[in-house]
């Protein structure tokens, strides 16, 4: 668990609940994949009340409840980030093995070796440590939700947590490894998601895994297939006829397997997300698998933004209107500066370093210096500096309490996804 040092550090912010309106004016703010419109944000609560042209936004600025203004003039507004799939605990490893591999399995038995290093002194960091420095991953690459393949552990993901972590699904990690198919699928929310890596190879075995879920009872709209490399034209038909869903990792099934979705696939699967895995296998953050799918593999802009706003919200079945930018729907979002471009376009060429702003429910977890300079002294109270990779951030969290942890196993150099932490 998270020492109680922790809450103290992150305590400065203050509710959004208690916080009155707040208003965000001068940007331009995501409609969708190709629009950006000038307009002014008014946040209350945890929820976007308004999203309105500037002449409305000074006929209601006059609201009995106290306000607060924040110029992002010069700023793109899209909306924070979904990742549909992440190992959060294991996001300061290194990339392990040495493939490809024919399945997961193969690259497990190869990578998994813990009395060896590096994966012994790893492990040896408190896992509610090694959490929350995944948490700050996907954070700085400007995911306000992120799906973690593991059990939802309470006393961590709801003590101040750098993002909102999935809570309403069931899982099973795989076919081949652990939690009971028949009996987990069953027990599951009928309003959410049943996950489970499957597919996960080039083999024959790989191809015949959704038949085998299909027998277990185990495939319906609710159910997430995790990786799905394996799956052949008849495995894909099956999927779409059961209204299932496909999350895809490139750069870690190129790792692992050597091959991942091709182009036609990713193009037209109906419910599709994008997912960044974990460093053990994946390269960087999220914003490093939306550049690829576009860079590398010809993904259009429009369908790369989908894949981690609309449609993986569809896919996780989330509730509060995360993935998009209206009224109503909670207040998660963050700031690019803006180019000209359209949301899709800047998205898809976005790295970390470009990401200035990161809220979730209406509380800001995420400042560039500049950024910060924006906002008013108290609402960077309990903010610390974090140096990766070279590019400050200021962020909502113990910084120094976690490098310090971390350092106790690791020794003085540690890295984040690849990229070293400093203060």
């Not at 994949?33 to 945890?46: C, F, K, L, M």
Request: hydrophobic letters at 40%; charged letters at 20%.
């Amino acid at each position: 668990m998270v020492s109680h040092a922790t809450t103290a550090l992150v305590q400065g912010s203050p509710d959004p609940l208690q916080r009155g309106t707040l208003w965000l004016v001068g940007g331009r703010v995501a409609i969708d994949a190709r629009t950006a419109v000038r307009a002014d944000i008014e946040i209350r609560g945890r929820l976007i009340r308004t999203i309105t042209a500037p002449p409305e936004t000074v006929a209601r600025d006059h609201a009995a409840t106290p306000t607060e203004t924040v110029d992002l003039s010069g700023y793109l507004i899209l909306p924070g980030l979904i990742n549909a799939h992440d190992h959060l605990e294991f996001n300061l490893f290194p990339r392990l093995g040495n493939g490809p591999y024919k399945n997961c399995e193969e690259w497990a038995a190869d990578i998994y070796k813990p009395d060896r290093s590096p994966v012994r002194e790893h492990l040896a960091v408190p896992e509610a440590i090694r959490l929350w420095w995944g948490g700050l991953k996907n954070l700085l690459a400007g995911v306000t939700t992120a799906s973690h393949h593991n059990p939802y552990i309470a006393e961590v993901f709801e003590a101040d947590f750098p993002v909102r972590v999935v809570k309403r699904f069931a899982w099973s990690h795989s076919l081949a490894f652990g939690n009971n198919v028949q009996k987990v699928f069953p027990s599951a929310s009928k309003d959410g998601p049943y996950i489970i890596h499957l597919g996960e190879g080039t083999d024959a075995q790989s191809a015949e895994e959704i038949f085998t879920l299909r027998k277990l009872g185990a495939l319906n709209s609710r159910t997430v297939i995790v990786h799905g490399v394996g799956l052949d034209a008849t495995g894909h038909a099956l999927l779409e006829k059961y209204g299932a869903a496909l999350v895809w990792c490139p750069t870690s099934n190129l790792f692992t397997l050597g091959k991942t979705l091709d182009f036609q696939t990713v193009a037209s699967c109906r419910r599709m997300a994008l997912g960044n895995d974990s460093a053990l296998t994946a390269q960087g953050d999220l914003l490093d698998e939306i550049r690829y799918a576009h860079q590398q593999r010809g993904i259009s802009p429009e369908r790369a933004y989908s894949l981690v706003t609309d449609l993986a919200a569809d896919v996780l079945r989330l509730q509060g209107g995360e993935g998009t930018l209206r009224p109503g729907a909670r207040a998660d979002l963050i700031a690019l500066e803006y180019t000209g471009k359209s949301p899709g376009e800047t998205l898809a060429e976005t790295r970390f370093a470009n990401v200035e702003l990161a809220m979730i429910a209406g509380e800001p977890k995420l400042y560039s210096p500049a950024m910060a300079a924006r906002w008013p002294e108290e609402s960077c109270a309990g903010f610390e500096p974090l140096s990766v990779g070279g590019i400050l951030r200021l962020v909502r969290a113990p910084v120094a309490w976690l490098i310090t942890e971390a350092r106790r196993h690791l020794g003085r150099r540690i890295c984040l996804a690849g990229r070293e932490i400093g203060l």
